[in-house]
């Protein structure tokens, strides 16, 4: 600082991630007009810093940072102010991968003294912790009212748990409730609802509340042609009915092995065809993805055997048309499936069948009046935890998924690598566990079963 | 300085009341039952004096030590849980020595100390089985050796015999009066067998739905009840009754639908009162010639006869058509049977009815 | 009977089929890791080989990778096991009203999928860090947000295991304990926790194995970073090599012969306790038999 340059620096020459810009893709602000006041933070690259005259202080004397060919000043909505910026990088491996391609980037330039700004977004953690707070202290104030005391007496807990091992229950389960189950949740909820901002911009001026994650979903960037975001709606349509489609042949295919496993075979044999169902699930998800992508290959098992029968000429490319991500989705989740359907049926009385079978009733209607009423948790438990995982599933569709098939989740997945907008994705990944939730309750309420039975494995 | 003072206790769940307001000493070196049945409180008066329940109102002491506010595990007491609660994962030497390992007691101090007690409930050697391989009443006495082992002022015993079979129960019972005597500590005992109770006991409390409703001793209890309750819950009784048509003295006449009969009044029943007059089976007997004795003989039919070997019971109508009145006659050489229906004159000593107010009955 | 016959058959061809799609993509998938060919096939086989192993062990990332992922599982079980069982003790503990809330909240995580668990894990914890002053390589620290977000669900799952035993534990037994003299705490360790053994290994291994094979969460809380089975999807992804295949044959090895000791176990346990049950049932009739022995010697 005593050679008269304010001590800015470059957040990305600092940390070495400085990767050569095509060009700027974000209209720059204009400088900051007086040279010894701190740069305040702002995002885009100044065309007009030439060398140690510069107004917004950047020197070409920093280490990594060549100083750039354009020496005109520009205003604020040029995109043409410069044409060529040179950045060394200086420590590659702490690049994230790109691929090749345009990307958008920002430069950050920050002052080094000056303080992290006031919070703002501070309000709604305390907001909660507060509640939190009066959530413990209130078992004390009950008890003298005298209201909850059979429920939630504190201190009667502490007299028989003693001192030390309530301190360890309360600790562990409230720190699992509070901090890995409730907070996370509600920050990514209030998360979604915010501008994508530089961690140095969090609490300032710009971090607002905006609705425009969500409104994305629907209608796309502002200025786009289509009135709609046709494709992110597409994909999310498809992969919910894709989902349900998974979950209903699921259902079909293993409802029978379930069915004949818990009337039919017993003892030996029966933990023998456990262990059989168990065996491919212990094998790592990925590994059984990519067994599918084996088979559905150009060169795999399936295309040859068709070729070879002579029903196709060419190889038919299964990953594209969705049937590998179909074939694979409906494999991974099977166990989840018929574990629950085993149980619910294995409840069943036989003598039940027996009856109805003595008095004429066909298959079909044994199990549709009498099977399967019965197995109703059993049902509602599987389809659920299959609906869930199938539309949460991000593995198989990596995998397996051909360039014109997209999963919600990996949108999701995007906007938190190559998109770097964290908080689109909190927002769709908001949407995404709604639909989960409202496809439980649909469940819930259709099959007349509480969440308990669900969650029962 | 083992003594037992529940001081003014009352225990309440809510709007539930379990005890209320009991008080009474036991003494040192006692062996004290509550007697009642289920529902009654006794288990909650146990697991007070015990620590597991705190009085809501009044005081539990020990020797004199107040014990508000002391948990379970600083009391002078120990439990016998009606299920014996034995560590089915440690061997029976491991279950006895237990108190004294948490108390940092040296692995061959214990494993001595383990072996006394086994030698003390006749079991000597077993130390190192596992719980499952006992017998029934091989668990009851381990679980007292693990009681033991604390070196307690107070045995707390909480119904040990229920689960037992009748033969065992009958031996174990001389087996834990025996303990008792042999150790000294006081025995505090929770039963709704009343034959468990009379045989064992120092004294006895009566309970019933919260309330002690009387303390004695054994004969106490039995021939001078102090409630309706206590006279129809120990033993066998025939209620008959009535109002009080005269109360002089000693004695009380109810007027029944048997006609005025007469017993002991020792609970200050008056002309008009509402009364019970208890006559025990043993006490009725066939009216004789010499049976002249005023308001002291009714007439009722004959039922039906049980002859029981020592006893021939004979069962006469009542007021109740539900429970007919018993008579018990001594099975000597006079005994002599009866039809059924025949109408019969029963006699018996108003010195040994007892006239008592009118109130709850045990229910059979 | 010829219906019947054929309802058999179909059957038996149904669950043939079942397994068939089961096991055999297992199996192709094993017999590529020994195929020549460069892209992981059986058709056309070019000449048998164990080169891919060999590159399996070298290529860097996977090893780095399988490293991470023991330790995360060691962490994850430090933390979660701990955590199932203070949660399953709660439950039990509090009262009637609150425990339905309790469970909805506790069990959530086991119905939230892995990617918004992983997405909310990550920004949590950037921004709590930088609220309470923790230091940021701690918070954003790739093997601390995974350790903490695969616990959030792994306790849901272990607590429903410690849940299940727990309610078949006698209550006087605590008392028991306590009324002997034993603090708390030595009731904790002498008398739950040997009870527990049994749910606590259960627990220990579900919780290993869950976090060893877990993707939707790690690959986001992982940032930069990779686990075993995030290097292995990058790779099945884009890498295409056989030497997958080869570790599938590994790891499928081990499921095996783990599979194996499992039900070797099982059939001696078995046979123990059908020992045990015929020794009983022998002693019985020997027991009657003398007893009537000694009635027949009596009224004789």
Redesign the interface.
């Known amino acids: 600082m005593s050679d008269g340059v304010p001590s800015s620096q470059i957040i990305l020459a600092q940390s070495g991630i400085t990767p050569s810009l095509p060009t700027p893709s974000e209209p720059t602000p204009a400088p900051a007009p007086e040279p010894t006041t701190p740069a305040s933070p702002f995002s885009g690259i100044n065309p007009s810093l030439p060398g140690s005259n510069s107004p917004s202080g950047i020197s070409p004397s920093l280490p990594g940072f060549s100083a750039p060919s354009a020496s005109s000043a520009s205003s604020s909505d040029t995109k043409d102010g410069i044409s060529n910026l040179n950045i060394t990088i200086t420590n590659p491996d702490k690049l994230p991968e790109l691929p090749a391609g345009q990307h958008e980037l920002k430069l950050v330039i920050q002052d080094g003294n000056a303080q992290p700004p006031a919070d703002t977004g501070l309000g709604f953690i305390e907001i909660f912790i507060a509640i939190v707070a009066a959530l413990l202290v209130a078992p004390f104030i009950q008890r003298q009212a005298g209201k909850w005391s059979a429920n939630l007496n504190a201190f009667q807990f502490v007299q028989r748990n003693g001192v030390a091992i309530s301190a360890y229950l309360l600790i562990f389960t409230l720190g699992w409730i509070i901090f890995m189950i409730i907070l996370p949740q509600l920050y990514m909820f209030d998360f979604s609802f915010r501008h994508n901002l530089n961690p140095s911009e969090i609490g300032g001026p710009a971090d607002t509340y905006t609705l425009k994650n969500y409104t994305y979903l629907i209608f796309g960037r502002e200025g786009d042609a289509d009135l709609l975001n046709w494709l992110h709606l597409e994909v999310f349509t498809k992969t919910i009915i894709a989902s349900v489609i998974v979950t209903l042949i699921n259902f079909a295919l293993c409802y029978p092995l379930a069915y004949f496993m818990a009337q039919s075979v017993r003892g030996r044999n029966q933990r023998l065809l456990f262990l059989c169902l168990l065996l491919p699930f212990w094998v790592n998800e990925i590994l059984r993805a990519f067994a599918f992508k084996l088979i559905f290959a150009d060169l795999g098992l399936v295309n040859s055997f068709l070729i070879g029968l002579g029903i196709l000429d060419q190889p038919y490319d299964f990953l594209s048309a969705n049937v590998a991500l179909y074939t694979g989705l409906t494999y991974a989740y099977i166990l989840l499936m018929i574990f629950p359907l085993y149980n619910a049926i294995e409840s069943l009385d036989p003598n039940q069948v027996e009856a109805a079978r003595d008095m004429g009733a066909s298959w079909l209607k044994i199990h549709m009046r009498i099977v399967m009423p019965h197995a109703k948790p059993g049902i509602a438990s599987g389809c659920t935890m299959v609906f869930m995982l199938t539309a949460g599933a991000l593995a198989a569709p990596n995998i397996l998924g051909g360039p014109s098939s997209l999963w919600f989740t990996q949108i999701i997945y995007q906007w938190y690598n190559t998109g770097g907008n964290w908080p689109q994705g909190s927002a769709y990944a908001f949407v995404l566990l709604i639909s989960c939730i409202i496809f439980v309750r649909i469940m819930m309420r259709v099959f007349n079963v509480g969440l308990g039975d669900i969650a029962k494995r | 300085m083992s003594s037992v003072e529940l001081d003014q206790v009352t225990i309440r769940f ?1 709007d539930f009341v379990a005890v209320d307001n009991c008080n009474l000493t036991i003494n040192s070196g006692e062996f004290f039952s509550f007697l009642g049945p289920s529902g009654c409180g006794k288990t909650t008066i146990l697991r007070a004096i ?3 329940n705190e009085p809501t109102e009044g005081s539990v002491r020990i020797g004199k030590d107040d014990m508000r506010g002391i ?4 009391r002078p ?3 016998i ?1 009606q ?1 014996l ?3 089915p ?1 440690m061997s029976v030497a491991d279950n006895i020595a ?2 004294l ?3 940092g007691v040296k692995y061959n101090e214990r494993r001595r100390r383990a072996d006394e007690l086994l030698n003390l409930i006749a079991l000597p050697g077993q130390g190192d089985k596992m719980v499952s391989e006992l017998s029934g009443g091989q668990m009851q006495r381990v679980a007292i050796a ?2 033991l ?2 070196e307690p002022e107070v045995l707390l015993l909480d119904e040990p015999l229920s689960a037992l079979d009748l033969k065992l129960r009958q031996h174990m019972r001389t087996e834990l009066r025996a303990i008792q005597q042999r150790v000294g500590i006081t025995f505090i005992y929770i039963t709704h067998d009343q034959g468990e109770a009379l045989t064992m006991s120092d004294r006895i409390a009566v309970m019933s739905a919260g309330i002690v409703q009387q303390v004695g001793n054994g004969s106490e209890i039995y021939n001078n009840p102090a409630t309706s309750f206590v006279a129809s819950f120990v033993g066998e009784n025939n209620a008959f009754q009535g109002k009080v048509s005269k109360a002089d003295g000693e004695f009380a006449v109810i007027e029944t639908s048997f006609g005025p009969l007469r017993g002991i009044n020792n609970r200050g029943l008056t002309e008009g009162d509402d009364a019970f007059l208890f006559i025990r089976p043993e006490v009725l007997h066939p009216a004789g010639d010499d049976d002249t004795e005023a308001d002291a003989n009714f007439e009722s039919d004959v039922i039906k006869e049980e002859f029981e070997g020592s006893f021939l019971h004979v069962f006469l109508r009542s007021e109740n058509e539900d429970k007919p009145y018993k008579m018990a006659i001594v099975n000597d050489a006079n005994v002599q049977r009866r039809a059924t229906g025949e109408t019969v004159k029963i006699g018996f000593d108003p010195r040994r009815a007892v006239a008592l107010p009118y109130g709850e009955l045990a229910d059979e | 009977m010829s219906a019947e016959h054929l309802r058999k058959w179909v059957i038996r061809g149904y669950i043939a089929l079942f397994f068939l799609y089961l096991f055999g993509p297992l199996l192709i998938m094993s017999a590529s890791a020994f195929n020549l060919s460069s892209y992981p096939t059986i058709t056309p086989w070019e000449g048998t080989t164990t080169k891919w192993f060999g590159e399996l062990a070298d290529n860097e990332r996977i090893v780095s990778g399988l490293f991470n992922s023991i330790w995360i599982g060691i962490g994850v079980v430090a933390l979660s096991v701990p955590t199932a069982l203070a949660g399953a003790i709660m439950l039990m503990q509090v009262g009637e009203r609150v425990r339905p809330i309790y469970y909805t909240i506790v069990v959530s995580p086991v119905l939230v999928p892995g990617v918004i668990i992983g997405i909310s894990t990550v920004i949590f914890w950037e921004r709590f860090g930088s609220i309470v002053g923790l230091d940021y390589e701690t918070t954003n620290n790739p093997f601390f947000l995974t350790i903490v977000g695969q616990s959030t669900f792994i306790s849901a799952y272990c607590m429903l295991v410690f849940i299940a035993r727990l309610q078949r534990f006698d209550k006087t037994q605590e008392e028991a304990a306590l009324d002997l003299g034993a603090t708390h705490v030595q009731v904790f360790w002498k008398v739950l926790i040997p009870f527990l053994r049994p749910a606590i290994l259960s627990s220990v291994v579900l919780a290993f194995l869950t976090s060893f094979e877990n993707y939707n969460t790690t690959v986001f809380t992982m940032v930069a970073r990779g686990t075993l089975t995030t290097e292995l999807a990058g790779l099945a992804r884009f890498g295409v090599n056989p030497s997958i295949s080869a570790l599938a044959v590994v790891i499928m090895g081990l499921t095996l012969i783990g599979a194996v000791i499992y039900e070797v176990k099982k059939r001696r346990e078995e046979a123990i306790i059908e020992k045990s049950k015929k020794r009983a049932a022998m002693k019985r009739m020997r027991d009657t038999e003398s007893a009537a022995e000694q009635a027949a010697a009596v009224s004789a």
């Open positions: 809510g015990s620590g597991f948990g379970p595990n600083n007491t120990a439990l849980f299920n609660a034995l560590f994962l237990f108190a390992e948490v108390r693990r009681a082992a604390v």
